[in-house]
């Protein structure tokens, strides 16, 4: 529970009455949803937990907001001003701790305890208002309220929270002389002493509204009982003497009260109230006009910055439980955002091979589709090749037998021409005279065409009564691969079937 919940329930419980108000904060001014009252008086905690939950769920708050504090009056509480030999509050704790049992008849597990730090006596003491609060009562107010389906966030001290009230009021953070607030209820009275915002001093006084009300001497004794709360308070020479008085509602009876005050103590009273410094929803409004002898400013108080409090009379084991509660529900909001954490980074890294993977498949199967292309492709390349190989081959005799009937002279005649596959010729025939033959090798050497022209055999003889020259000479095509004597040899002594004319 703090500043940061803009509604809440605010609650008082007292052995009489029961005040609840709900509570917007919605800009620099509060606004008052709703108000309730009970009168308790001799009735068991099951029947007013069960007007409680009646009454709380005519509010018709949601559960999201079901966040409440709790007031404890003073009537309520053991208050005694303190000094204590220490300006260190860690020092101060430990030793309010140690010394709260000896102010109370309860032992030490029995009370709750808080306390106001607010000022600094001869250097080095601290002025103390030490707050003392039987556990059984702050419990009861926790389990009525749980009952009710409500979370108890915070519970503070009466007098602390009206004197933050009515210093915001009235301007008063850095008065340097106190201020005393009279808040007068239907039986009771508070009377509290502020001082820079902060209570000094309290006491509860056992006249309120109703009894005022009925005789005209309790008005008297009413003056008298607040004159002897600040002789009380003079003698426990706690700061100055108050030099303005605060009645906070007002009234036909308030007029004369403040009046005689006034007149009797020799002091300025003023009326001014909270009512007035508040936005009132049309429903409180009603409930304020049905209860005019009650004052709702202990519930109103906690409007005012919380933070500005220094008791919170919540026990420790229950702050102690509520931590424990905070860092078990951040722990499980960890584990969540961790899960969320490691799904989405899980999801990136999934997504992350799942695309490459799928990249990695598109690339295959562009790949094998290229190859698949390119084998095919070399396919028809080999074929193209062996075509062309094949047409480029089927052409050479036709160019060899060009090149020979360019060359040869007419007077030579040939009788046998082979060309086989690796580019090797042959040819053999008779010539009219050897300088002819001899001739002829040197033209064959000089053509372009061939090379490594070798006579094989060259012979002189008579052919149909004339004399004539036979010859072989071997040679091969400029493309063909080199090759030895030798198998030029073989070509030129190539049986006569393999030869051709």
């Known amino acids: 529970m703090g500043q940061k919940d803009n509604e809440y329930i605010s609650c008082l419980l007292t052995e009489e009455i029961l005040k609840v108000a709900q509570i917007k904060i919605s800009g620099s001014t509060p606004t008052v949803e709703n108000l309730g009252i009970l009168d308790i008086k001799g009735k068991a905690d099951q029947d007013i937990e069960s007007d409680l939950k009646a009454l709380l769920s005519s ?17 309520m509480t053991t208050t005694k001003n303190i000094e204590i030999p220490s300006l260190d509050p860690g020092e101060i704790e430990s030793i309010i701790d140690l ?30 208002l030490l707050v003392i609060v039987n556990r059984q009562v702050i419990m009861r107010q926790i389990n009525l309220l749980q009952a009710a389906g409500f979370k108890v966030g915070k519970i503070f001290f009466g007098p602390e929270v009206k004197s933050g009230f009515y210093s915001k009021v009235l301007n008063a953070d850095s008065d340097e002389s106190p201020t005393g607030i009279v808040d007068i209820n239907g039986s009771f009275t508070d009377f509290t002493i502020m001082l820079k915002g902060m209570a000094i001093a309290c006491r509860s006084i056992p006249i309120g509204f109703k009894d005022i009300s009925q005789k005209e001497e309790e008005k008297e004794r009413f003056v008298s009982e607040l004159k002897q709360s600040i002789e009380s308070y003079e003698s426990e020479d706690i700061e100055k003497i108050p030099e303005k008085y605060v009645f906070t509602k007002k009234g036909i009876l308030i007029d004369p009260l403040q009046a005689l005050s006034s007149s009797s103590l020799g002091s300025q009273f003023e009326i001014v109230s909270c009512e007035d410094n508040l936005a009132f929803s049309d429903i409180a409004k009603k409930v304020l006009e049905e209860n005019t002898e009650e004052s709702f400013l202990d519930v109103l108080s906690p409007s005012c910055a ?11 084991e229950i702050k102690a439980q509520r931590v424990i509660e905070k860092q078990g529900a951040e722990g499980i909001k960890f584990g969540i955002l961790m899960i969320l954490f490691l799904v989405f980074f899980g999801s990136i890294f999934m997504s992350k091979v799942y695309f490459k993977k799928s990249l990695v498949e598109k690339i295959k199967k562009q790949y094998d589709e290229t190859q698949k292309s390119a084998r095919d492709l070399e396919k028809i390349s080999t074929k193209t090749r062996i075509i062309k190989g094949y047409l480029e081959s089927r052409l050479i005799p036709l160019e060899v037998v060009e090149e020979l009937y360019r060359i040869i002279p007419d007077d030579i005649y040939l009788k046998n021409l082979s060309l086989d596959e690796n580019g090797k010729i042959s040819i053999d025939g008779t010539s009219d005279s050897m300088s002819q033959v001899f001739a002829l090798v040197g033209t064959l050497e000089d053509s372009n065409l061939f090379k490594g022209v070798k006579t094989k055999s060259t012979t002189a003889k008579k052919e149909r009564g004339k004399d004539v020259a036979s010859f072989e000479i071997a040679f091969k095509l400029e493309s063909a691969e080199d090759v030895d004597d030798e198998e030029l040899e073989d070509v030129a002594e190539a049986p006569a079937e393999e030869k051709g004319e």
């Open 306 to 316: 919380f933070e500005k409090y220094q008791i919170d009379l919540l026990p420790e």
């Open 99 to 128: 010394q709260a049992g000896r102010h109370t008849p309860y032992s030490r597990e029995e009370i709750v305890i808080g306390y106001i730090n607010f000022g600094v006596y001869q250097k080095n003491y601290s002025k103390i």
């Open 59 to 75: 509010f018709n708050l949601p559960k999201s907001k079901r966040s409440a504090v709790c007031v404890v009056p003073p009537s």
